[in-house]
């Protein structure tokens, strides 16, 4: 079992390059306020909602039942910022990575809109959430295998927890659109390597 890096990341990554793909504020109320995130990892989602705005009203609706991620990336690759990468929001639920627990407060949670069990990433998706991570994850040292699909921590903690009996069912990003989206940031990640070197 590999352990988090300890040193946490909790300043804002400066961003440098020109980004391509348009950012559009859509800002959440459902984050822990007077709380930092750790960045010591990245959640994958999909919003398995038919449209990018039913996907943004859920995200943000204040309630008793929160729910909110960091980014939605629509199919044409627009990214909707609910919230900075520092804040804690509300995307992993019940969650172990790597033996810890509660992958909201060391996370940041990334939504694609679609469902990918029926119909995958879009290229501009996959470019558009390397290019939103890329900083992060160099500015962090985020490792590779702390890139994980929300399936994969939940299914740690139900195998860690099998007292626990309340599982909502959940669609969740396909593993091959995960490989896809791997293998396009480990491609990035190589040419920004050789380029330094």
């Given at each position: 079992?590999?352990?988090?890096?300890?040193?946490a990341?909790?300043?804002?990554?400066?961003v440098v390059?020109?980004?391509?793909?348009?950012?559009v504020?859509?800002?959440?109320?459902?984050?822990?306020p007077?709380?930092?995130n750790?960045?010591l990892?990245?959640v994958?989602?999909?919003?398995?909602?038919p449209?990018?705005?039913a996907a943004?009203?859920?995200?943000t609706?204040?309630?008793?039942?929160?729910?909110?991620?960091?980014?939605?990336?629509?199919?044409?690759g627009?990214r909707?910022i609910?919230a900075?990468?520092?804040?804690i929001?509300?995307?992993?639920?019940k969650s172990?990575?790597?033996?810890?627990?509660?992958c909201?407060?060391f996370c940041i949670g990334?939504?694609?809109?679609?469902n990918?069990?029926?119909?995958?990433?879009?290229?501009?998706q996959?470019e558009s959430?390397?290019?939103?991570?890329?900083p992060?994850?160099?500015?962090?040292?985020?490792?590779?295998?702390?890139i994980?699909?929300?399936?994969?921590?939940?299914?740690?903690?139900i195998?860690?927890?099998?007292?626990?009996k309340?599982?909502?069912?959940?669609?969740?990003?396909?593993?091959?659109?995960?490989?896809?989206?791997?293998?396009?940031?480990?491609?990035?990640l190589?040419?920004?390597?050789?380029?330094?070197?």
């Open positions: 079992m590999m352990a988090l890096a300890i040193v990341c909790t300043e804002e990554p400066e390059e020109k980004r391509h793909y348009p950012e504020s859509h800002p959440t109320p459902n984050i822990v007077d709380s930092l750790e960045m990892g990245i994958l989602h999909h919003t398995a909602l449209t990018v705005e943004l009203e859920e995200l609706r204040p309630g008793w039942v929160r729910v909110s991620s960091h980014v939605v990336i629509d199919t044409d627009t909707y609910l900075p990468p520092t804040a929001t509300y995307h992993a639920g172990i990575l790597h033996g810890r627990e509660r909201n407060n990334i939504e694609f809109q679609g990918t069990a029926q119909v995958p990433l879009t290229t501009e996959i959430g390397v290019e939103y991570l890329l992060l994850i160099l500015e962090c040292n985020i490792p590779l295998d702390n994980v699909t929300h399936k994969m921590v939940r299914d740690n903690f195998h860690h927890h099998p007292e626990e309340r599982y909502k069912a959940k669609v969740d990003i396909s593993s091959s659109d995960y490989a896809r989206f791997m293998d396009a940031l480990k491609a990035s190589d040419s920004l390597q050789s380029l330094s070197k």
